[in-house]
């Protein structure tokens, strides 16, 4: 009787074997489905961070943690607000440092930078444009803002005028700093914002009034985010630059702050652009 079991409990034996074999080949396999996009394997492209007038490279800071954590080398260098020409040629001396493709992104003024700085430049696979001007060639950041009813910012500027070693006049503007958060930034948190309306950085009248030398989307494919809250850049003004630059655009309920108040939404459309623009090194 023994005899006769036995060779049926050496067939249990390899059937479990087998069947442990094909659990483990299928939990292999699930895992395998579970492995990073190829888009994310290999080099990613730098992302360039611009931003625009009244701010500084911090209001990026969100936005650069996510990328950062993403794996993107991120630069988030200081756009100096003197002239558009004057800005555009230093960002182009920027670019030039960066080895490999660039995706490049500009907050409001620096919108109109980053259009001329990144013309011809063969580097630069993507723009993103976050709640920021795209200027055609000859127009201006203050001609833009008032294309479309909407814009509340010049009665709450105020002016400082420098005269420069040189005999030559600055006329800088500020956000009176009282006015800056309900102006600004109404979704970030008011310490935040009163930290923001204290470190601003000034813009010269002569850089908003600057027409644009190049349109750099023209060539290169855009994105753009469009924030519908916005009281600087009118949600309608953006939706007009977008369309005519055949940017892939999407809106989000934000401030003019968005790069503050949402950096998730942010950082998502600049991983976007670079994935849909930039191919991985094989």
């Given at each position: ?130 709640a920021a001007f795209l200027p055609d060639k000859g127009e ?143």
């Open positions: 009787m023994s005899n006769r079991k036995q060779p049926r409990r050496s067939q249990l034996v390899l059937v479990a074997a087998v069947a442990t074999a094909i659990t483990l080949t299928a939990i292999g396999t699930a895992n395998a489905g579970k492995a990073e996009p190829a888009a994310d394997s290999g080099p990613k492209p730098t992302v360039v961070l611009v931003h625009g007038a009244f701010a500084d490279g911090s209001s990026w800071n969100g936005v650069v943690d996510r990328l950062k954590r993403q794996g993107y080398p991120v630069i988030a260098p200081a756009n100096p607000l003197r002239g558009l020409s004057s800005d555009a040629a230093y960002l182009r001396g920027v670019l030039e440092s960066v080895e490999g493709p660039v995706v490049l992104a500009g907050h409001s003024y620096g919108g109109s930078v980053i259009s001329e700085a990144a013309a011809g430049d063969e580097d630069v696979k993507a723009l993103v444009y976050i201006s950041a203050s001609e833009l803002s008032g294309k479309f009813p909407g814009s509340t910012l010049g009665p709450t500027l105020t002016e400082v005028n420098t005269t420069l070693p040189d005999g030559s006049e600055v006329t800088d503007l500020y956000v009176e700093q009282d006015k800056f958060r309900r102006q600004f930034a109404a979704d970030v948190p008011r310490s935040t914002a009163q930290q923001m309306a204290v470190t601003q950085r000034p813009v010269t009248t002569a850089a908003l009034e600057e027409g644009a030398d190049a349109a750099a989307w023209k060539s290169i494919p855009s994105w753009s985010m469009i924030t519908t809250q916005d009281l600087n850049i009118p949600a309608e003004a953006q939706r007009f630059m977008a369309a005519r630059a055949h940017a892939h655009a999407v809106e989000v309920r934000a401030s003019h702050a968005v790069t503050v108040s949402r950096p998730d939404a942010v950082s998502r459309l600049i991983d976007r652009a670079a994935r849909t623009t930039v191919r991985p090194a094989v």
